[in-house]
């Protein structure tokens, strides 16, 4: 199984600042056939299911905010939140697609500082 | 409006059994691979289960594997998972997820969940 490892476990940011979540697979989740990143990026709020934001490590899903960026390839990807906003505290998760089971990181926990 | 609603869950006794449901609308269920992903009580997301838009291909993980069983009948736009000889750490919130699209790619739109307690 591909192991999701993310960091930091959480992070306190103050408003309008810059939000960096990392994420890193055991292996490459880049497919060589298409060049695509097999990666996701999820938000979940308290008592809400989770969102995508991201998939193929950086296509923003429709209504994604833009200060939300998605970036890096094979094995190591970052998520970026350029100016923090009070609704985007949350828990965000990656997940790998690439092969099953699919994986989801440990979940990262970000917080008003 | 794609919409994902859950049901069936409970409290069941460890070695018990149920049998959660998932109505689709908004959608053609057949032309997509759905999941089920559960969180445990104050814990992250664990996948569960994936059947392909025909339901030729399913996969589970290795926790539930020989005790669950996902099935799909698109003619009644519903998702299943059977669930027999449950344990109390399958107590979690049962999510039924849409994939984008095939097995090989991520959810994008999620239920509220089913809550399942297994405890005696």
């Known amino acids: 199984d591909i192991v999701m490892t993310q960091s930091p476990d959480s992070l306190a940011v103050s408003l309008g600042e810059r939000a960096t979540i990392n994420c890193k697979s055991s292996q490459s989740v880049l497919y060589s056939s298409n060049n695509k990143n097999y990666l996701g990026w999820y938000q979940q709020k308290p008592g809400q299911p989770p969102k995508l934001l991201f998939y193929?490590?950086?296509t923003r899903e429709s209504g994604v905010p833009a200060r939300f960026s998605g970036s890096g390839s094979g094995t190591d990807f970052t998520l970026t939140i350029s100016s923090l906003q009070a609704e985007d505290v949350a828990v965000y998760y990656c997940q790998q697609y690439y092969s099953t089971p699919p994986t989801f990181g440990q979940g990262t926990k970000v917080e008003i500082k | 409006e794609v919409q994902l609603v859950e049901s069936g869950g409970g409290l069941v006794q460890p070695g018990g059994s149920l049998r959660l449901s998932c109505a689709a609308s908004g959608f053609t269920l057949s032309s997509y691979a759905m999941s089920w992903v559960r969180q445990a009580p104050g814990k992250g997301l664990e996948w569960v289960s994936t059947i392909s838009g025909s339901g030729g291909g399913i996969y589970y993980a290795d926790s539930v594997k020989g005790r669950f069983t996902i099935s799909r009948d698109n003619s009644k736009n519903s998702l299943y998972l059977q669930m027999n000889s449950l344990r109390a750490e399958d107590t979690a919130l049962y999510y039924c997820?849409?994939?984008?699209?095939?097995?090989?790619?991520?959810?994008?739109?999620w239920g509220q969940g089913a809550l399942v307690t297994v405890s005696s």
């Open positions: 997820a849409k994939q984008v699209a095939t097995t090989y790619s991520p959810a994008d739109y």
């Open positions: 193929w490590a950086s």
